[in-house]
């Protein structure tokens, strides 16, 4: 089992930052990729960004240039920086784990760029 919990969602300015983080705990050992998921009110949950094992990362084209995923594996965490915000970036976001071809998910933080 992987438990995931998200942190670092607020509300933020059309063009501020944010860093959002993500802490795995329980076999993360058998995480072979994670990744960040969004989803906005009435839509779909969309891939924004994931990071394999290798370091290997790949992005939503929504978001290239803007976000960056990265990983502190002495803190068994993964990060999301975005900059450059957009209303359109407004959703929850969700850390997801990939280990023993099971998904887990995080609950979830919520990101709200507005003026």
């Known amino acids: 089992q992987v438990q995931l919990v998200e942190s670092g969602g607020d509300l933020v300015q059309p063009g501020g930052s944010l860093r959002l983080s993500c802490a795995a705990s329980?076999?993360?050992?058998?995480?072979?990729?994670m990744g960040w998921y969004r989803q906005a009110p009435g839509k779909a949950r969309a891939l924004v960004a994931a990071?394999?094992?290798?370091?290997?990362?790949n992005y939503a084209d929504s978001v290239k240039g803007r976000f960056t995923i990265s990983r502190d594996n002495a803190k068994n965490t993964v990060y999301l920086q975005m900059t450059g915000l957009k209303p359109e970036d407004t959703a929850a976001y969700y850390c997801?784990?990939?280990?023993?071809?099971?998904?887990?998910w995080g609950q979830g933080t919520q990101v709200t760029v507005s003026s």
């Open positions: 997801t784990a990939d280990s023993r071809d099971r998904r887990y």
């Open positions: 329980g076999t993360i050992f058998t995480i072979n990729k």
């Open positions: 990071i394999t094992s290798g370091d290997t990362t």
